[in-house]
């Protein structure tokens, strides 16, 4: 792999879980509103603020993308986006946060694992320690949450492995997907994404806002719009660009671990939200998390090309002198 285009990739990764980070926050700053109403109002806006973006190359993405290309945008912005949210949501309801985060934060050692199957991807075996400290972590940032609540409905832990296995395959296919195009831009495809995002979005709101909306007043509408524009702003679209250039130049064993910093991140601002310190367990989890990222970047680092001896270049460049005989 190129050196400047994985350090990019790498930075690109690290940009988009720190915005996507910002995403844990949106429910404290809503309380009031549901879930459902918040995911409706996000994608919804997501959908508006791509289409305005996307408005000036329509006609070329029209003319340049074929019916399967807009099938894959479907599906994506199904597994990615809906159809992870809702089983997100049902987990939470059901089996609590701590069951929830729980599964949800295995994603990076599963989409490691499904991407070392890729034809020229790092060896699985290379990647061990990577997957032991990033899971090592995941068990200590969760001790407590599990320490503290009682066991979890079994409807619930299938929703999460639902949600779970609903990630995995958008950010596979994501990635795949963008490795095929030639005629669409990382950026692009993200706006193109978030335009399908939010059509499916609108069927999600007719059941979202079809009750519990006369509690709320006209002021209370203004901030929860600003809020959910905010988040399709820098989450969806700025973060996903971010997020789909990592995926156009990193591969998915990389990529998988890049999902790390999302956890991070939301901790960061978790710990700024509540005022206080980490404690030792999540300081722990955090340290291991970051060595894990650390050790798979190491795993994909390319070899040097072996450099020619300097005596080598010297014989290399020599030339014998013509001799030139008197007539």
Not at 85 to 98: E, K, M, P
Not at 219 to 245: K, L
Not at 271 to 293: D, H, I, K, Y
Request: hydrophobic share 50%.
């Amino acid at each position: 792999m190129d050196a400047n285009k994985t350090s990019l990739g790498i930075a690109a990764g690290i940009l988009a879980g720190a915005l996507w980070g910002l995403v844990f926050l949106a429910p404290e700053l809503t309380r009031g509103f549901t879930p459902a109403q918040l995911s409706a109002g996000r994608y919804i806006a997501y959908g508006f603020v791509a289409a305005v973006l996307v408005a000036r190359s329509w006609r070329r993405l029209i003319a340049g993308l074929s019916w399967q290309e807009w099938r894959g945008l479907v599906w994506l912005s199904l597994t990615g986006n809906i159809i992870y949210y809702v089983l997100l949501a049902q987990a939470v309801q059901l089996g609590g946060v701590a069951m929830a985060s729980i599964v949800i934060g295995l994603l990076p050692v599963v989409v490691t694992v499904v991407g070392s199957r890729d034809i020229g991807a790092v060896p699985l075996r290379r990647l061990i320690p990577s997957l032991v400290l990033s899971t090592a972590g995941l068990i200590c940032i969760s001790w407590q949450t599990l320490s503290a609540h009682g066991n979890s409905s079994l409807t619930g832990l299938l929703c999460a492995i639902g949600a779970l296995v609903s990630w995995t395959i958008y950010a596979v296919g994501n990635s795949r997907w963008l490795g095929k195009l030639r005629n669409v831009t990382s950026h692009e495809w993200n706006l193109l994404t978030g335009l399908v995002t939010g059509i499916e979005a609108l069927l999600l709101a007719v059941p979202a806002f079809y009750t519990g909306t006369s509690m709320h007043h006209s002021g209370d509408w203004i901030y929860f719009a600003s809020v959910v524009t905010g988040i399709a702003i820098f989450c969806s679209i700025i973060g996903n660009g971010f997020w789909n250039y990592a995926s156009r130049v990193l591969p998915l064993t990389l990529m998988g671990q890049m999902i790390v910093f999302e956890t991070l991140f939301a901790a960061f601002y978790g710990f700024l939200w509540e005022q206080r310190w980490p404690t030792g367990a999540e300081s722990a989890a955090m340290t291991l998390l970051v060595a894990g990222v650390a050790a798979c970047a190491l795993a994909h680092r390319s070899k040097k090309a072996p450099q020619p001896d300097v005596c080598e270049i010297k014989t290399s460049s020599y030339r014998e002198p013509v001799k030139r005989h008197k007539a």
